[in-house]
């Protein structure tokens, strides 16, 4: 075995060991780099070289501000308004409550971009509402964590800011916004036909109507809600500022409207809500410098281009490929978080499906989704976990309750990983 199989060998099962052993992730990427580096007598400044490189961006800046908006509305009462706004729609139908939590989801994610923050915001109001209704809690659970991914994939998705990052910075980020969109929609039809089919087997009745002299409010507070992710995605899209302007705008009128115009909170808690958001970029920050390292010794043992040789004698066969591609990813999603995997797999896959034709820009989105149900799944399955807690019932039976809607966003991501114009159709328009 040559050093550069054994340095292979080295990186991958020190990674592995460390993540046995209950290692933070970042520290488990810079470990296996520094003994890796050891064993080629690679000078160790290039570990500190790399990390400090990886995060030298300019377009890094978009995920503190996009996290900072997220918490500070995620804070006050918009959950409950964006609620209403999606009961106004689509709560007159039966199951109308699982509906309006699809459709709730769908736009509390179009403004934080995360799965967590949807299933926390939203499913603290939806999950006890629905159980007040006669929904069963284990079905309410369900339904609200399979919902609350779509945050992973509807922009401003700041994992899709990672990817655009782990990938070089390379792939523009207003084209992974526009390829989101129309994917993010069928997941949420997708949920709410097959809530429509649970509502008619097990007998669950329709939402309460609205007040026809609640409307008006409703919609002001809704569209003042949603003006969050206007500003975000119109001035992207627009090309009036960048994504990381956009980001500090956003901010910006997140704070007036939380803090003085619905007043939700008073505005000593701006102080923990900052500590937070504080805590949670560190985090990101660290493990972005941590993968930026990994991925250079990646590189430098050409670890990519071995993978995308070595599945190319599997099959060349796009077809086969890429579904290959898509079980890795799911299991791989189970055991770990979306951040880490988003920062380790983009630099080793992109090569490959790049190989057999698939654009960027693509993969950027199938990688999302991949990531997005593996939060659904255990051992770790942060999403699923935060819900059971919120429904106060035992991992396994939200994992049974969930399985349905699992097998629906499974189904498409197939749709979408075969069918790439579903995807591209936006970003081939606009440019």
């Known amino acids: 075995m040559d050093s550069t199989a054994i340095a292979t060998c080295i990186l991958a099962g020190s990674f592995i060991l460390f993540v046995l052993l209950r290692f933070p992730i970042a520290l488990g990427l810079a470990g296996s780099s520094i003994l890796t580096l050891l064993y080629l007598k690679v000078p160790l400044a290039t570990v500190g070289q790399t990390m400090i490189q990886g995060m030298n961006s300019y377009s890094l800046l978009t ?172 001035g992207i899209f627009s090309g009036w500022f960048t994504a990381t302007e956009s980001g500090a705008i956003a901010c910006l009128y997140a704070f007036v409207l939380t803090f003085f115009i619905y007043r939700d909170i008073p505005l000593k808690r701006m102080t923990v809500i900052l500590k937070r958001t504080f805590r949670t970029v560190s985090m990101v920050l660290f493990l972005i410098a941590a993968s930026a390292a990994f991925s250079w010794v990646l590189a430098y043992l050409q670890v990519p281009g071995m993978i995308t040789d070595w599945m190319l004698t599997i099959s060349d066969n796009p077809i086969l490929i890429l579904l290959i591609i898509n079980v890795v990813l799911l299991l791989l999603g189970a055991p770990m978080d979306m951040a880490p995997l988003i920062l380790i797999m983009t630099p080793i896959l992109l090569p490959v499906v790049t190989s057999i034709g698939m654009d960027p820009v693509h993969f950027g989105i199938i990688l999302m989704l991949n990531l997005g149900i593996g939060l659904l799944t255990p051992p770790v399955g942060t999403v699923l976990f935060v819900g059971a807690a919120i429904g106060n019932i035992s991992i396994s039976q939200a994992t049974k309750a969930m399985m349905p809607f699992f097998y629906v966003l499974c189904i498409v991501l197939l749709i979408l990983t075969y069918i790439p114009g579903i995807v591209m159709w936006l970003p081939n328009l606009v440019q």
Not at 120 to 130: H, K, T, Y
Request: hydrophobic letters at 50%; proline letters at 4%; a positive charge.
């Open 63 to 234: 995920i503190p501000f996009f996290i900072l908006a997220g918490q500070i509305m995620s804070e006050g009462k918009m959950a409950l308004r964006l609620i209403n706004l999606a009961q106004l729609f689509v709560g007159g139908i039966r199951g109308g409550l699982a509906m309006v939590n699809c459709v709730a989801c769908m736009f509390f994610g179009n403004i934080s971009g995360s799965a967590i923050a949807d299933v926390s915001s939203i499913g603290s109001v939806m999950i006890p509402s629905m159980k007040k209704k006669g929904y069963d809690t284990d079905y309410s659970v369900g339904v609200t964590v399979s919902s609350a991914i779509q945050g992973v994939v509807v922009p401003p998705s700041h994992n899709l800011v990672l990817y655009s990052l782990a990938a070089g910075g390379g792939i523009s980020i207003t084209s992974l916004f526009l390829a989101g969109i129309v994917p993010g929609i069928l997941m949420c039809i997708s949920l709410m036909a097959t809530s429509y089919v649970f509502a008619v087997k097990r007998g669950y009745e329709k939402g309460d109507p609205v007040s026809r002299k609640d409307i008006p409010r409703i919609l002001r507070d809704g569209f003042m809600s949603l003006l969050t992710a206007v500003i975000i995605l119109g």
